[in-house]
């Protein structure tokens, strides 16, 4: 048999349409949510990553700030280093203290210093040239000759000028001078023997020291002067060594 359709052809076109109309609103409903998803989730990427860049520039700043200070540390310590070159440059690296102390050891009752003086000398002024090669290297304060250090190319001079009751006592302290530890190369400027005139000094225990020890000096002090060596010594510390 065959079915025979009844309903006429323009409600089946419209039945169609419909169905065409509900697809295309399905299919435009999924790709409005699809939209505003998408919307939704590039606003949120896009605020992540605005975030980030304020961020990084927020670091970058910060970096550019620790950067600055860093030059200017760079600079200050450069500076510093510069400085302290200077100073360990020009400093003498010896210790006065202790180089007066071992004169005032040596010196006895029987001599007056009134003069002690130490004077830079460079090595270039005092080498000769079979010597213009020597390298120069410092002696510690401790005197340990195993512990050296640079000291530069300069050494000190010594001059220790003064009287002495006898031209002995001048000879008695040149041995001490050599045989310390603290002094080389010793030697006697002059030595001569003078009248001194026991007004004209300045502190009574100087004449006393030098006239306590000495029947000759005893009998010249009645007369207002007394009879002592005048003398001159020059040498060098011996805080370097030559290799």
């Known amino acids: 048999m065959k079915d025979i359709d009844f309903l006429p052809e323009w409600y089946k076109s419209g039945r169609r349409r419909q169905v065409s109309y509900r697809t ?8 409005f949510v699809i939209m505003i998803v998408w919307n939704f989730v590039t606003s949120h990427s896009m605020s992540k990553a605005k975030a980030q860049v304020a961020e990084m520039k927020t670091r970058q700043t910060q970096a550019e700030n620790v950067t600055a200070k860093l030059i200017e540390l760079k600079n200050e310590m450069m500076l510093y280093y510069k400085r302290k070159g200077l100073v360990e440059k020009a400093g003498s690296k010896i ?3 202790s180089v007066l102390a071992e004169i005032s050891y040596l010196v006895d009752e029987r001599i007056v210093l009134n003069k002690i003086e130490f004077i830079s000398e460079k090595f270039a002024e005092v080498q000769s040239p079979q010597q213009a090669n020597s390298v120069i290297r410092a ?3 401790n005197l340990q000759i195993n512990q050296e250090s640079p000291i530069g190319d300069v050494r000190f001079k010594v001059l220790l000028a003064g009287v002495a009751v006898d ?3 001048v000879a008695g302290l040149i041995c001490k001078l050599e045989n310390s530890m603290y002094f080389s190369q010793v030697v006697l400027s002059f030595s001569r023997n003078i009248e001194l005139d026991t007004k004209s000094v300045n502190s009574p225990r100087q004449v006393t020291a030098l006239t306590s020890t ?7 002090e009645s007369k207002g002067k ?9 040498c060098y510390l011996a ?3 030559e290799q």
């Open 24 to 31: 295309q609103c399905y299919v435009l409903g999924g790709i």
């Open 95 to 97: 210790n006065i203290a």
């Open 139 to 141: 002696i510690q304060s």
């Open 167 to 169: 031209a002995s006592d």
């Open 214 to 220: 000495s029947s000759i000096t005893r009998n010249s």
């Open 226 to 234: 007394i009879q002592v060596s005048k003398f001159e010594i020059s």
């Open 239 to 241: 805080n370097y060594q």
